[in-house]
């Protein structure tokens, strides 16, 4: 069993930055992917980043340029350092695992709320 716990959501002014983390407990395998989704209220759950084991990180469109995602050396944290924020940007942010094996996880999400 996996578990995946979120750090680092607070309120934050429109062009302030934040960098979020989550750690990965249990027992992971090699060749999984990590990364951050979000939901906004009224909205479908998103995907923010994705980082593969070893492979080039994947961005949502609206993020490129401002998020960064990144991994420890161990794999078992991932972290989103997240630039230029703006009132859309606002959403509880999930961190994802999928093993390479396809069992998926999700962590229980944190607020990061843009506004002045």
């Known amino acids: 069993q996996v578990t995946l716990a979120e750090s680092g959501g607070d309120l934050v002014q429109p062009g302030g930055s934040l960098r979020l983390s989550c750690v990965a407990s249990g027992i992971l395998s090699g060749g999984n992917v990590m990364g951050w989704y979000r939901q906004a209220p009224g909205k479908e759950r998103e995907m923010v980043a994705r980082?593969?084991?070893?492979?080039?990180?994947t961005y949502a469109d609206s993020v490129k340029g401002r998020f960064n995602i990144s991994r420890n050396k161990n794999q078992n944290m991932v972290y989103l350092q997240m630039n230029s924020l703006n009132p859309e940007d606002t959403a509880v942010y999930y961190c994802y695992l999928r093993t390479f094996f396809g069992a998926e996880y999700w962590g229980q999400g944190t607020q990061v709320t843009v506004s002045s």
């Open positions: 980082f593969p084991t070893g492979r080039t990180p």
